[in-house]
Nanobody, 115 residues
Framework: QVQLVESGGGLVQPGGSLRLSCAASRSISSIKSMAWYRQAPGKEREWVASVTTDGRTNYADSVEGRATISRDNAKNAVDLQMNNLKPDDTAVYYC?????????WGQGTQITVSS
């Protein structure tokens, strides 16, 4: 079992930046895919970005070019850098991990983009 704890959310003005961090309770080196999802009010949870154990990254079209996901297996951490934030980015952001037989979710951290 792995516990994931997110941090770094907050209130930011449009055009601003935030860096989200996800700390895992144990090694993530064997977790095939680490990702970030988000859920806006009244909407379904959606995938934002993911990174594999060998560092391959993928991004949703909505954040492509504005987001960077990274993982540090030595620190058991996954970060998501979000730039040029827009009001539509307002959501609770969740850290996620997936292995062959298990999935793990964090409790989420709120990003609010508003002037």
């Amino acid at each position: 079992q792995v516990q994931l704890v997110e941090s770094g959310g907050g209130l930011v003005q449009p055009g601003g930046s935030l860096r989200l961090s996800c700390a895992a309770s144990r090694s993530i080196s064997s977790i095939k895919s680490m990702a970030w999802y988000r859920q806006a009010p009244g909407k379904e949870r959606e995938w934002v970005a993911s990174v594999t154990t060998d560092g391959r990254t993928n991004y949703a079209d909505s954040v492509e070019g504005r987001a960077t996901i990274s993982r540090d297996n030595a620190k058991n951490a996954v970060d998501l850098q979000m730039n040029n934030l827009k009001p539509d980015d307002t959501a609770v952001y969740y850290c996620f991990g997936r292995n062959t037989y298990a999935t793990y979710w964090g409790q989420g951290t709120q990003i609010t983009v508003s002037s």
